[in-house]
């Protein structure tokens, strides 16, 4: 009885506008107060048993999970990523893969979604920080930031990450995979459901792409937290590597430049779909555009 009136309180007007107000708090800004709140009260989770109440302890999770650990990502962008691996079917095989791990913050928020949707999380990194990359300039031409990543930049060990995992994450649906990605990630074989990058680097996006992208679903999605740098960006856009190396067409990225909207100003955060096989049934139609098809 007292969890029904909770559940009622927690979907009424009132109940959203202290939510909202709580997730402001957290120092959210009200357009990511709004994103939050739409993906705690939409019936994204509901095939894995997930309703407000329990959409809202994972929101509080990532936001304690990134208050304990050094983080590149805010909790924000782990609920985008919960958003997309909640809306996967059940029934779609495949394990969530994490490239590019630093002290764990993003691969704990990854290992309670993969426990939550009974899959297993491949938690890869060098656990050595970032490859050399010869001094590369690179520049955030929608932030106007430029800079330079050296070698070592963002390393947490094996034994770091799986202390932060096992005190803030669920280490027991955690698979490590240690080694530049260029030789480590060769050895995944099992179908990958959803894949997120945050590695900085061309070239070691063009690694992960090479490796996961043939054990993607069709219809899967490559998240990647690399979307402010165009350099990186033009990878998903590249027709020539992409037929010579994967014998398909370019993906494009949906967010290249300034990531998708979870702020007015900006976000890092953005994604390729894999679509082998179009399936007029999973899109829908506009009354602007013309369905030669249609009766
Ligand atoms: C920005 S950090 C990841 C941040 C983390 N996702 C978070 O939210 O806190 C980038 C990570 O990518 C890893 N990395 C980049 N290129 C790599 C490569 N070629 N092979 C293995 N690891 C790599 C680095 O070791 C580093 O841990």
């Not at 007292?2 to 709580?22: E, F």
């Not at 894995?48 to 302890?57: A, S, W």
């Not at 304690?64 to 095989?93: M, N």
């Not at 690694?207 to 993607?216: E, F, G, N």
Request: proline share 6%; hydrophobic share 35%.
């Amino acid at each position: 009885m007292r969890q029904r009136i909770a559940d009622s309180l927690a979907n009424s007007p009132l109940g959203r506008a202290l939510a909202r107000r709580q997730m402001q708090r957290f120092g959210t800004s009200a357009w990511s107060a709004h994103i939050v709140d739409e993906f705690i009260h939409g019936d994204g989770g509901a095939a894995y048993g997930l309703g407000p109440r329990e959409k809202t302890n994972l929101v509080e999770t990532f936001r304690r999970i990134t208050g304990a650990v050094e983080s590149g990502t805010a909790p924000i962008v782990h609920t985008v990523l919960a958003r997309a691996i909640l809306a996967i079917p059940p029934d779609t095989p495949g394990d969530l893969v994490e490239c590019g791990v630093w002290h764990g913050a993003s691969a704990c928020s990854l290992s309670h979604l993969a426990r939550l949707t009974g899959r297993r999380l491949k938690v890869c990194d060098s656990f050595q920080g970032l490859p050399d990359d010869g001094e590369r300039l690179h520049t955030g031409l929608h932030t106007g930031v430029y800079g330079h990543y050296t070698q070592g930049m963002f390393k947490g060990t094996l034994d770091e990450v799986r202390t932060n995992i096992t005190a803030h994450g669920c280490i027991e649906v955690c698979d490590f995979v240690e080694g530049w990605f260029g030789d480590s990630l060769g050895t995944l074989h099992d179908p990958v459901a959803f894949a997120f990058l945050d590695v900085d680097l061309e070239s070691s996006t063009r690694d992960c792409l090479r490796a996961l992208w043939p054990r993607l679903n069709d219809g899967g999605y490559v998240y990647a937290d690399d979307a402010g740098d165009l350099d990186v960006v033009k990878v998903y856009f590249d027709e020539p590597w992409w037929q010579a190396e994967l014998g398909c067409a370019a993906p494009g990225f949906v967010g290249s430049g300034c990531g998708l909207p979870l702020s007015p100003s900006y976000s890092a955060i953005g994604y390729a779909r894999k679509v082998e096989h179009f399936k007029p049934e999973d899109w829908k139609r506009v009354p602007f555009l013309h369905y030669p098809e249609a009766p």
